[in-house]
């Protein structure tokens, strides 16, 4: 069973700077890409970063210059480095991973997994 696990958010200034990890445990074959997302109050879930294999990472507009999506890939983790954030930045982020995992059959099966949420908020 994969589980993704995020940690990193909270409260910061205009202006500031936050780092969200995301960890992807469990029995893995293989991570094929990663993805973040993001949803504001009231507002639909939207793409902030993707960063499939072998790719150089996509970012929305809305954030690019200012957020950078890192892997360790020893460590199954990613990253997103948030600078310059602003008030409209204020949501929960989800991270994503496309993982090929393999069951105690040794079975393969490649799905999307998400986390549960961090939430950020910009305010001062």
């Known amino acids: 069973q994969v589980q993704l696990v995020e940690s990193g958010g909270g409260l910061v200034q205009p202006g500031g700077s936050l780092r969200l990890s995301c960890a992807a445990s469990?029995?893995?074959?293989?991570?094929?890409?990663w993805g973040w997302y993001r949803q504001a109050p009231g507002k639909e879930r939207e793409l902030v970063a993707r960063?499939?294999?072998?790719?150089?990472?996509n970012y929305a507009d809305s954030v690019k210059g200012r957020f950078t999506s890192s892997r360790d890939s020893a460590k199954n983790t990613v990253y997103l480095q948030m600078n310059n954030l602003k008030p409209e930045d204020t949501a929960v982020y989800y991270c994503t991973a496309n993982i090929r995992s393999v069951d105690y059959k040794g079975i393969h099966s490649t799905m999307d997994y998400w986390g549960k949420g961090s939430l950020v908020t910009v305010s001062s």
């Open positions: 469990g029995t893995i074959f293989s991570i094929n890409a």
């Open positions: 960063d499939t294999i072998g790719a150089t990472p």
